[in-house]
């Protein structure tokens, strides 16, 4: 949806209270008038689209924490490791307003610890999984690691709005499953075992 500079005269009542709802959605005056004109004549706008997607996926991971909303077009969950310490892994997914190219966003992964053999063990996990994917999945997704990070490209998938959130909560779930194993002592074989079964079942990847 293409858009370009209007001028309008509004009222400064109006104004306040467009100004009021942009901070509470941390949003821009610009973006929430928009989305307002929008909703009023049935137009999707981007940040509607995305809030679709966002919707189906915290639909299906109701057992993360959600932390507060910073922007329209990203989500944080946290999840708890049983490891001693109780780190908490963070889960970013951020969506591109105009996907690039196949490329719908991206996932940030993140574990905040000095710990160095948490982060020695969590970074073999993170190798294995991108392993597993390339093989059992042929996904085209890039991958992007770091000291207690991981950074994967999510595909835009053949699917609905709420499909694609449906496919990023599943995609998440799975994923702190096979993490919180793997630091419950399973190994890699039975991991891949696992991984390649699921694999069989998957119709769409992200």
């Known amino acids: 949806m293409n858009k370009s500079i209007y001028s309008l005269v509004l009222s400064d009542d109006v104004v306040a209270k467009v100004d009021d709802l942009?901070?509470?959605?941390?949003?821009?005056?610009?973006?929430?008038?928009?989305?307002?004109l929008a909703e009023h004549f049935s137009c999707i706008t981007p940040e509607m689209r995305m809030q679709t997607i966002f919707s189906?996926?915290?639909?299906?991971?109701?057992?993360?924490?959600?932390?507060?909303?910073?922007?329209?077009?990203?989500?944080?969950l946290q999840s708890q490791l049983n490891y001693k310490y109780k780190p908490t892994v963070q889960y970013s997914v951020e969506l591109?307003?105009?996907?690039?190219d196949s490329r719908a966003g991206k996932l940030r992964i993140q574990l905040r610890t000095q710990n160095?053999?948490?982060l020695i063990s969590l970074e073999q996990f993170f190798r294995l999984w991108i392993l597993l994917e390339q093989q059992y999945l042929h996904t085209k997704a890039e991958y992007q690691l770091s000291p207690g990070r991981l950074e994967r490209s999510l595909q835009n998938p053949d699917a609905g709005e709420t499909e694609f959130g449906e496919l990023l909560g599943s995609y998440v779930r799975r994923f702190d499953r096979?993490?919180?194993?793997?630091?419950?002592?399973?190994?890699?074989?039975?991991?891949?075992?696992?991984?390649?079964?699921?694999?069989?079942?998957?119709?769409?990847?992200?």
């Open 22 to 36: 942009a901070y509470q959605m941390h949003s821009s005056r610009s973006n929430i008038i928009n989305q307002i």
């Open 56 to 76: 189906g996926m915290e639909s299906l991971i109701q057992q993360f924490r959600i932390l507060e909303q910073t922007s329209v077009n990203m989500r944080a």
């Open 96 to 100: 591109f307003k105009t996907p690039e």
């Open 116 to 118: 160095q053999t948490l």
């Open 178 to 206: 096979y993490l919180k194993a793997w630091f419950a002592g399973t190994s890699p074989q039975e991991l891949e075992n696992s991984f390649r079964e699921e694999a069989q079942n998957l119709t769409k990847i992200i």
